[in-house]
């Protein structure tokens, strides 16, 4: 079976390298490509012109637009990536029968209440950002294409720009950290995606007609807020003998007006996982086993 994947250099693209080459033959992609191939999202064109070279069976797309304030100031590029790529790729998948698997956000939703948001739950984004993930899902849906949308939420890793490594940064040169907490999600590793994602399409391989497609959310279990999630990830680091200034009892805890965005964030960012895991047979574990693993991998 060949696969294609884009944005392999990304957080989740990274443990796709991994995680998706058991299962076939690999072309893995990022933005500046290969030779006669494009993996630039910018590129819808050079996209549909890819994937008909590659005529894989499996198209993941791990690349986005993720600069989530830099969207209010230009929400078109934004769309260009976030939408009419995945429209480009969807309408190919389509055409070859494939399987498209794209990533989604729980910025689509408004973030309002406190109850975990099903994926039968009406979408509100509340940014630039959020409009254009949610076009995206769209775009996909709308194409008829045998797809899965995985809509995940507050991702890291131990390689990239992520809230992990802003944390340990700022514990090491500032004598006091203030960080959000009311706002409420499950941190989900980068690696627990890609894995979920290979366990869900070896599942759906045989599925001609696509009936186990659609909308998924793919987070980890449990919830806290980033004043929670920084104090797990600064008693770790303590614990495991890294050089803090700030240690996780000297966290002080903040509202959001603290620190305004130019793109709002939703407040609730809980992601109901019941559906993924009846469907697949799959148990996600607690976000705090794996914060602490990608923090044995980042301190040792």
């Known amino acids: 079976m060949r696969l294609l994947l884009l944005g392999k250099n990304g957080q989740v693209g990274w443990e796709l390298q991994r995680a998706?080459?058991?299962?076939?033959?690999?072309?893995?992609l990022d933005r500046t490509g290969a030779p006669g191939l494009c993996g630039d999202l910018s590129d819808p064109a050079g996209l549909v012109a890819t994937v008909r070279a590659v005529a894989p069976r499996v198209i993941v797309n791990a690349a986005a637009w993720t600069d989530v304030d830099g969207a209010e100031g230009d929400p078109a590029a934004a769309l260009r990536i976030n939408a009419e790529a995945p429209r480009a790729l969807a309408a190919e998948a389509a055409r070859l029968g494939a399987w498209?698997?794209?990533y989604s956000s729980d910025y689509v939703y408004s973030g309002a209440g406190t109850r975990p948001w099903t994926e039968d739950d009406r979408p509100a984004p509340?940014?630039?950002?959020?409009?254009s993930k949610l076009a995206g899902d769209e775009a996909v849906i709308a194409s008829g294409a045998r797809a899965l949308i995985l809509r995940t939420s507050w991702v890291y890793?131990?390689?990239?720009?992520?809230?992990?490594?802003?944390?340990l940064g700022l514990a090491r040169s500032r004598d006091i950290l203030s960080v959000v907490d009311d706002q409420s999600g499950a941190p989900t590793g980068a690696d627990l995606i890609a894995d979920?994602?290979?366990?869900?399409?070896?599942?759906?391989?045989?599925?001609?007609?696509?009936?186990?497609?659609?909308?998924?959310?793919?987070?980890?279990?449990?919830?806290?807020?980033w004043w929670g999630y920084a104090r797990l990830v600064l008693a770790e680091a303590e614990r495991a003998g890294a050089d803090l200034r700030v240690t996780a009892d000297r966290?002080?805890?903040?509202?959001?007006?603290?620190?305004?965005?130019?793109a709002p964030r939703p407040r609730n960012s809980r992601l109901d996982v019941g559906k993924l895991e009846t469907t697949f047979g799959l148990r996600m574990p607690d976000w705090r086993h794996g914060v602490r693993r990608t923090l044995r991998e980042?301190?040792?």
Not at 20 to 28: F, N, T, Y
Not at 126 to 131: D, F, I, V
Not at 251 to 262: D, G, Q
């Open 126 to 131: 509340l940014s630039a950002y959020g409009r």
């Open 157 to 167: 890793a131990a390689r990239g720009r992520n809230f992990i490594h802003s944390i």
């Open 298 to 300: 980042i301190l040792t």
């Open 20 to 28: 998706l080459a058991p299962l076939g033959e690999l072309v893995a």
């Open 251 to 262: 966290v002080e805890a903040v509202p959001s007006t603290a620190y305004p965005r130019p």
């Open 196 to 225: 979920v994602t290979v366990q869900i399409l070896a599942a759906v391989a045989n599925d001609g007609d696509g009936r186990r497609g659609g909308v998924y959310h793919l987070a980890a279990a449990g919830e806290t807020t």
């Open 100 to 102: 498209l698997v794209q």
